[in-house]
């Protein structure tokens, strides 16, 4: 029998903030990406995967957005599962994957997905893995269904430019921080390992992502992940959304 959370709302309030100290603009890329399965889906209720999921930030907005959506979440953080699980009750299939093994796609409910969608978590994969898993990805995708990834991605030609805008957005995050708007990233895991009910499974978190391990963020720029998605066999991809230093892009099975 699944243990719920006495509160998961709170947490998902608690992880939003967390999230928006770094992405101010979250809430448009998301809307940005739901546009893109509106449109595919023409008024019927998508299938939709919601790739890294964590806590289900996109299921949530997705069934808000369209009752009826049929919702998968995958990921592999025990913490993030945890709230998503009891966030979204019996509304979306929850399952435990790691994407950094080619076998995840074994464990879906089924395929044919109208959409997938990811982010700000492809970033821990190294850039031969992502390469590959926009491929699997492809094959859980209907045809003419949509992939989208957003993710921090500069636009490799205004390189002084986005450090400027790199600098002023760190700038406005660590004020966020001192007035206590928001918790840091590693206040928020402090805060979660603290929790009577999350810290069994932050310990689990420890084991499964060594500090050593899981600290090899890399960000290379949209004009990257369109020629891998392209690589990867999808018939049309680009960009479909740009907040300065960060972008989304989308690709069609």
């Known amino acids: 029998m699944t243990a719920y959370l006495n509160d998961p709302e709170v947490w998902q309030e608690s992880w939003n903030r967390q999230q928006e100290a770094f992405i101010p603009d979250r809430e448009h890329r998301f809307a940005t990406m739901l546009d893109a399965v509106a449109a595919i889906t023409e008024g019927r209720p998508p299938r939709l995967l919601d790739l890294a999921g964590g806590t289900g930030t996109i299921s949530l907005r997705t069934l808000a957005r369209f009752p009826g959506a049929q919702v998968t979440v995958l990921d592999q953080d025990p913490v993030l599962l945890t709230i998503a699980k009891s966030s979204l009750r019996d509304r979306a299939t929850i399952v435990d994957a790691d994407l950094g093994d080619s076998g995840w796609r074994a464990k879906l409910p089924e395929d044919g997905f109208d959409a997938v969608l990811t982010a700000t978590a492809l970033h821990w994969l190294p850039a031969e893995r992502v390469s590959t898993l926009y491929a699997e990805i492809r094959e859980v995708l209907r045809p003419g269904g949509v992939f989208a990834n957003a993710d921090h991605m500069p636009e490799e030609s ?63 720029p949209a004009a990257w992940h369109v020629e891998a998605l392209r690589t990867a066999g999808y018939r049309e991809a680009g960009v479909i959304w740009r907040g300065g230093t960060d972008a989304a892009v989308a690709a069609l099975r």
């Open 158 to 220: 205004l390189p002084i430019l986005s450090g400027k805008l790199r600098d002023h957005a760190r700038v406005k995050r660590e004020a966020r921080y001192a007035a206590g708007a928001s918790t840091s990233w590693p206040e928020w895991w402090a805060r979660a390992a603290a929790d009577e009910q999350l810290a069994p499974k932050a310990a689990e978190r420890a084991r499964i992502y060594p500090a050593k391990d899981h600290d090899q963020e890399w960000f290379p």
